[in-house]
């Protein structure tokens, strides 16, 4: 029987984060993306007392970009990959201290990039981390769970035709049962508008506590109101306790929406990451983060230029449970 992965809040023994790297994927905002990367992993590695940071490069001239830029704390590693999202492309670690692979198809074809299909598997070989190999399409980003085999995730994602055409959802959750012990599965709706991963959860839902679920409260004119309201709405009468974190509402890039999230914060072993967009609920979200993890610090941290390449901080980190 597999035994569901840890809840992001158990200690980690490390943690891997990809470093922004090839110039022609990410353009004009890569510098920008690159400092913020770099915070994130200070942050996380917390001074030596935090967690294990292993900052991904995918070349030597990323990686000589990005010792520059962290402190002595974070190990730079090169492993070539085609973009920074380790969330998705990483093996997920279960419980009993072995992983899963999952096959990995550029986000349903959106962006298929040399070397995301098999970084999950090199970073694993490299960490000393048994895997196996599941034939079936998912990605980290994609599922949530709080550590005793309950799982958020979001139909639009999971169950779209350009991962897994024809899988019905009690068949996908089979699937998450049979590789990674999620015995409950609360199948949410829509993820985010405009989000390019057709609806990851990490956006929209995040676990904070065991049977507890936090769900962004929209702003005027929030683009994803209904959004939230259908989440919340599921989650109750699945008899899960919500809990309401701040939207930072409609963040506009080039006069369009952008999924901008704070639920892409990152729980390491010390530093809760939240992602902030210089927006007017930027505080009171860092606020309210802070008050569900009253034994670590939750941290802003600017990420706008992340987000041009559609995520932030969760998505490009991939965390490694300490068992």
Not at 12 to 19: D, E, K, L, N, T
Not at 174 to 186: C, P, Q, S, T, V
Not at 271 to 282: C, K, L, Q, R
Request: hydrophobic content about 45%; glycine content about 12%; charged content about 20%.
């Amino acid at each position: 029987m597999t035994l569901p992965p840890p809840a992001e809040w158990a200690p980690h023994a490390a943690v891997w984060i990809g470093f922004p790297s090839h110039a022609d994927v990410w353009g004009p905002p890569l510098d920008g993306a690159r400092a913020e990367t770099a915070a994130f992993a200070n942050a996380v590695a917390d001074g030596g007392r935090g967690e294990k940071v292993l900052l991904v490069a995918a070349d030597d001239e990323a990686a000589a970009a990005a010792a520059l830029l962290v402190d002595g704390h974070v190990k730079v590693i090169v492993e070539p990959f085609g973009d920074v999202w380790l969330r998705d492309t990483a093996v997920i670690v279960t419980g009993d201290g072995s992983a899963r692979d999952f096959a990995f198809n550029g986000w349903g074809g959106k962006y298929d990039f040399p070397g995301d299909d098999d970084i999950g598997a090199r970073l694993a070989r490299r960490q000393g981390i048994a895997f196996t190999s599941s034939d079936w399409f998912l990605e980290g980003g994609s599922i949530d769970g709080d550590g005793t085999g309950l799982a958020v995730t979001t139909e639009q994602c999971v169950l779209n035709h350009n991962r897994n055409p024809g899988m019905s959802q009690g068949a996908a959750s089979e699937k998450l049962h049979a590789d990674l012990g999620f015995d409950r599965i609360l199948w949410l709706g829509n993820g985010l508008v405009n989000d390019h991963t057709d609806g990851h959860v990490d956006n929209l839902a995040r676990f904070v506590g065991v049977n507890r679920l936090a769900i962004p409260s929209p702003e005027d004119n929030d683009p994803n109101w209904l959004i939230y309201l259908d989440a919340v709405r599921r989650a109750e009468a699945f008899g899960i306790e919500v809990v309401r974190i701040p939207s930072p509402g409609r963040v506009l890039v080039d006069e369009e929406v952008v999924p901008a999230s704070y639920m892409n914060f990152y729980i390491g072993n010390r530093v809760v990451a939240v992602p902030t967009y210089g927006m007017p609920n930027d505080d009171a979200a860092v606020a309210a983060v802070q008050a569900l993890f009253p034994d670590r610090k939750a941290v802003g941290l600017r990420a706008d230029d992340i987000l041009t390449g559609g995520g932030s901080f969760h998505c490009i980190s991939q965390q490694i449970p300490r068992i």
